[in-house]
């Protein structure tokens, strides 16, 4: 099976940078996907991992290392907009189909 | 605005009771996928569609059960439903049959069990 944690909540101020750590456990490793849920919305799609390395997407920028089963997602110049929850993912594909197996989310709190 | 919608937003019914959610996925999107999401919880991944056949499952309970119509949109039934079967349901989207990292969530249903 497969298993994800990370921080239930972080908080950082306005213009700051703060880091979502996220490790996982799994019995295959397709890669690493974050998404942002702002209170009770939809969850969007920020970013997506499958090799080791830095992937930047303006001020959002995610991290994978496959040997230490980690990710982080790097936000920087924090906003208030940016407060919202933030759930990795892994990707669990079968012959039947596939599914995202999502962590249980870090609340990030912006601070003015 | 991710292109898949959902119906109800808002539900509220009764314990025993039985509903159903329907959400239609992006154009041209041809897998659907059902999460439910608790109060302060993760999501949770239901069930799969892709084309009309189910393909992946999840801890969906047996009360609860699926389908994808011809036209792809898809269906949720709860039944005998329970106090704690409130929750926020999403479906989500994606083009392929499964492999793809990227869904795209729909403003979800929220059921609230009484």
């Known amino acids: 099976g497969q298993s994800l944690e990370q921080p239930s909540e972080v908080t950082a101020v306005e213009g700051a940078i703060v880091q979502i750590n996220c490790t996982y456990q799994?019995?295959?490793?397709?890669?690493l996907s974050w998404y942002q849920q702002h209170d009770g919305g939809a969850p969007t799609f920020l970013s997506y991992?499958?090799?080791?390395g830095l992937e930047e997407t303006g001020r959002f920028s995610s991290f994978l290392s496959r040997s230490d089963s980690y990710g982080y997602l790097l936000l920087q110049e924090l906003q208030m907009k940016d407060s919202a929850s933030y759930f990795c993912?892994?990707?669990?594909?079968?012959?039947?189909?596939?599914?995202?197996?999502f962590g249980q989310g870090t609340e990030l709190s912006v601070k003015p | 605005d991710s292109g898949v919608t959902q119906t109800p937003k808002h539900l509220i019914t009764a314990t025993g009771q039985r509903v159903t959610l329907r959400c239609s996925p992006r154009?041209?999107?041809?897998?659907v996928y059902w999460y439910q999401q608790s109060l302060d919880q993760g999501l949770q991944f239901l069930i799969q569609?892709?084309?009309?056949?189910?393909?992946a499952k999840g801890n969906i309970l047996e009360r609860f059960s699926a389908q994808q119509f011809p036209d792809l949109h898809s269906e949720l039934n709860l039944s005998s439903l329970e106090l704690g079967d409130s929750a926020l349901y999403f479906c989500?989207?994606?083009?392929?049959?499964?492999?793809?990292?990227?869904?795209?969530f729909g403003p979800g249903t929220r059921l609230t069990v009484t």
């Open positions: 569609y892709y084309n009309g056949e189910e393909r």
């Open positions: 154009s041209g999107d041809l897998s």
């Open positions: 991992n499958a090799l080791d």
């Open positions: 989500a989207s994606s083009v392929d049959f499964g492999d793809s990292y990227e869904q795209y």
């Open positions: 993912a892994v990707r669990e594909i079968g012959k039947q189909g596939g599914k995202l197996i």
């Open positions: 799994t019995s295959g490793f397709y890669g």
